[in-house]
């Protein structure tokens, strides 16, 4: 693969509940970024982490939402009470610092019924 | 968010023939990057442009870079079966400090055998 595991890789929940959602990139790159994709879109940037600092969160739709990289490699998405429009493929990518290419994981499928 | 017009939407070609699809933009990019997404799966990274009009090619996949820092093209020759996918192109602006990428809406190309 690219190099960046995504867990789990399918999640469906009800309104309402509360989701995480698991990146873990090989070592060695500091850079990580989470993305929305829609149907039929190309993804959305989300939120950027350079080492276990958000350095860029711009992206997040609302206060629902956050993340963390606590130990500057592993990152969890965290969604709060759950709406049907969080229904989308979430993922993550790892890059270096000072570079431009990202590569990607599989993504998660989350699924709001 | 704000995203790349990409064209076209969708195309269906013969097996053998040669695709172009291109990118703009309103706003001036420092770096372009084509990605591939299968179903199921990640953007995997194909090509990525630094300059402006610089001319890359990865095997039967050629990209540039627009003169004027707002579109870039990808053309692919020779097309097999295997080159079924979503094609998205990604840029980071000039303003962009933090390397996220903005994405256009995708091109789906199906080849007839």
């Known amino acids: 693969g690219a190099g960046v595991s995504q867990t789990p890789s399918n999640k469906v929940t009800e309104k309402g509940k509360y989701v995480e959602l698991r990146c873990d990139p090989i070592?060695?790159?500091?850079?990580l970024y989470w993305y929305r994709q829609s149907l039929g879109q190309g993804p959305e940037f989300l939120i950027y982490?350079?080492?276990?600092?958000?350095?860029?969160d711009s992206g997040l739709p609302n206060d629902r939402f956050f993340a963390v990289r606590p130990e500057g490699s592993v990152s969890t998405l965290k969604i709060q009470r759950t709406e049907r429009g969080d229904s989308a493929v979430y993922l993550c990518a790892r890059g270096l610092a000072g570079r431009s290419e990202q590569f990607f994981g599989p993504g998660t499928r989350l699924t709001v019924l | 968010g704000q995203q790349l017009n990409q064209s076209p939407q969708s195309m269906f070609i013969q097996e053998g023939e040669d695709v172009s699809m291109n990118c703009t933009s309103s706003s001036i990019f420092n770096t372009w990057l084509w990605y591939k997404q299968d179903p199921g799966e990640g953007p995997v990274l194909l090509i990525a442009?630094?300059?402006?009009?610089e001319l890359t090619s990865n095997g039967r996949l050629t990209a540039q870079f627009g003169i004027t820092r707002k579109d870039s093209f990808l053309n692919i020759s020779a097309s097999i079966p295997s080159d079924v996918g979503i094609y998205f192109c990604a840029g980071q602006t000039a303003s962009s400090n933090t390397g996220k990428l903005i994405f256009g809406q995708g091109t789906t190309l199906q080849v007839k055998p």
């Open positions: 070592s060695g790159h500091t850079a």
């Open positions: 982490f350079q080492g276990t600092g958000a350095a860029d």
């Open positions: 442009l630094y300059k402006a009009g």
